[in-house]
């Protein structure tokens, strides 16, 4: 095997014998087969729309629910990825059939496999060291990386409804390219960035959905104690997951707790009126096996991040969406109609209530609207010097203790700063008690990691406001935790929208080459992380 695809790859180098993640040789395999098939259908795709034929929605969602499932920590279960294969190469050949011009199709347009054994073949073969040049293999990567993370917030607004065809599109035509030998590292580059443009498209279309749906996140204080009743807890960034989760648990008795990513789900309104409800239970993602363990109910995962459960919880664990873990009751479905939770609803009776592992409140709920409704005393606060700049620490949270460098950092910084967040990141200071000024709390939390397009509002309406030229004269420092591939989009569209001089860390990403690192570093001043010390002097300056 061979990925590199997440922050905590071995040796910062590419995961070889198992990964860190948890990822087997064998699922790591048919995971690269997977994309594989993927990037074929999507030049089948691609070449049905050059010859103005109509392509499906239900198509465009197989391929984003295929990249979804190879995200970091989404899904471990094998048997997955060869029904997801099977089910990709069947729509492929169905489609290819109503090609006209079938000429000089790429063997992975035409590839098709008979058994499992076939496919246990071909899927050792095509993997990411298949590309053989170094900076080629790096900025495809890159591109694939970004399309993984816009496929995650894609499904999500899919979820409710909301979609948009020239997104689906680009997606695979893109992924359709990462086929063709042909093209130069200028070309990967411009596609890199142009990777970043559609970013933003999708993380605003995922705001619409989020924000249309469920109203603006607003100022709110979360309990992260907890009550007497049994529990379920809801991990992951599915808020149509949880809605419906909501809903058949009215009445019965039980709680519902979020957990790591899904906290933010408190700050909307329309979640608000569930009297059952209860708050955030525990932290990112990363500390899953001892908080599961406390919890006592039952946790269901609508997304990544899945640590390997322990035995002791296994029973406990549900999947649904893009996640599965081999031995985890699966929860198949899309909508009201046919998504049916009573089989967690039921151990949940069962189970003893929560063990407290926290008491008190965190306090989040600052995407654009509020943030803008309270615009007034931001720009006050600024023009005062009250604050003397903002830190944008988004992103996510994990493992490394190199990690905690993040901590020592929202500690040292000043008390004229804010931090404006989202992510998982968060977990890493949201609990420091940072103060505020004048009223306005130290650690903004814009919520979700897709929620960073909010960061990017509000620096945007800021230079607006300041009457600035230019985003990177704003007094904002970017100082990112990244960890997986939605970290990826959500870096390349701050490139596209302009951001200078972001700090990526605790580790700049393995699949980029020495060249690739360059131009970044050239062209974007992209950089490092190096001590709190050095750190805040170079960002302070
Ligand atoms: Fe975290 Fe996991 Fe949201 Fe990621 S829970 S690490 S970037 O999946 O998506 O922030
Ligand atoms: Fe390694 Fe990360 Fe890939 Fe898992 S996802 S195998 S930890 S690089």
């Not at 035409?110 to 900025?139: C, F, P, Q």
């Not at 063709?180 to 590292?185: A, E, G, I, K």
């Not at 203790?401 to 700063?417: C, E, G, M, Q």
Request: glycine share 8%; with cysteine.
């Amino acid at each position: 095997m061979f990925c590199f695809q997440c922050q905590e790859t071995a040796g910062c180098t590419g995961c070889t014998k198992f990964g860190v993640c948890g990822k087997s040789p064998d699922l790591a395999r048919m995971q690269d087969l997977l994309i594989y098939t993927t990037k074929g259908l999507s030049e089948v795709t691609t070449r049905l729309r050059e010859e103005g034929k109509q392509v499906s929605s239900e198509v465009n969602h197989i391929v984003t629910i295929n990249l979804f499932t190879t995200i970091t920590n989404a899904n471990f279960d094998d048997a997955i990825f060869y029904e997801r294969v099977k089910e990709t190469l069947n729509i492929k050949e169905q489609l290819l059939s109503l090609l006209d011009n079938k000429s000089n199709l790429s063997e992975a347009a035409l590839y098709n496999a008979n058994s499992n054994e076939d496919m246990d073949e071909k899927s050792t073969k095509v993997g990411v060291l298949a590309t053989k040049d170094e900076d080629i293999r790096s900025l495809r990567e890159l591109i694939i990386y970004g399309i993984k993370g816009l496929s995650a917030y894609m499904k999500h607004a899919n979820a409710l409804g909301y979609d948009d065809e020239s997104i689906n599109i680009f997606m695979q035509s893109t992924l359709s390219k990462m086929l063709n030998d042909s093209l130069t590292v200028d070309e990967l580059i411009a596609l890199t960035l142009e990777t970043g443009k559609v970013g933003v498209d999708g993380m605003a279309l995922l705001d619409s959905a989020n924000t249309s749906t469920y109203g603006n996140p607003e100022i709110t204080k979360v309990n992260i104690g907890v009550r007497n009743n049994p529990g379920i807890l809801v991990s992951g960034h599915d808020l149509k997951d949880l809605e419906l989760l909501l809903k058949q648990t009215e009445g019965t008795g039980i709680d519902v707790y979020t957990h790591s990513e899904m906290l933010p789900a408190h700050y909307y309104p329309a979640f608000k009126k569930y009297s059952h409800f209860a708050g955030n239970y525990g932290n990112a993602w990363w500390k899953q096996k001892e908080e599961f363990e406390s919890f006592n109910g039952p946790i269901l995962m609508t997304t990544n991040c899945i640590v390997p459960p322990k035995d002791s919880y296994k029973d406990r664990l549900y999947t649904t969406g893009a996640t599965g873990f081999v031995g985890c009751t699966h929860i198949k479905g899309e909508s009201e109609d046919n998504k049916d939770f009573s089989a967690i609803i039921e151990q949940a009776k069962k189970c003893q209530p929560p063990i407290e592992i926290e008491t008190g409140e965190i306090i989040g709920g600052f995407a654009h609207n509020q943030v803008f409704a309270l615009a007034d005393q931001v720009v006050e606060a600024v023009k005062t010097g009250a604050i003397k700049k903002f830190f944008v620490m988004a992103g996510c949270d994990g493992r490394a203790k190199s990690r905690n460098y993040y901590t020592d950092f929202a500690k040292a910084l000043p008390n004229d700063t804010v931090i404006l967040t989202a992510g998982c990141a968060k977990y890493k200071y949201n609990k420091l008690n940072l103060g505020d000024i004048n009223g306005i709390p130290r650690v903004l939390d814009a919520g979700q990691c897709n929620d960073s397009y909010s960061l990017a509002l509000i620096a945007l309406k800021l230079k607006e406001v300041f009457e600035l030229q230019d985003i990177n004269e704003l007094p904002i420092a970017f100082n990112i935790a990244w960890y997986e591939q939605k970290a990826v989009i959500v870096l390349l569209s701050l490139l596209y929208l302009g951001v200078k001089n972001i700090h990526l860390g605790p580790t700049l990403p393995a699949f980029l080459s020495p060249n690739v690192a360059k131009v970044l570093v050239e062209n974007f001043g992209i950089g490092g992380i190096t001590n709190v010390e050095d750190d805040l002097k170079m960002f302070l300056g």
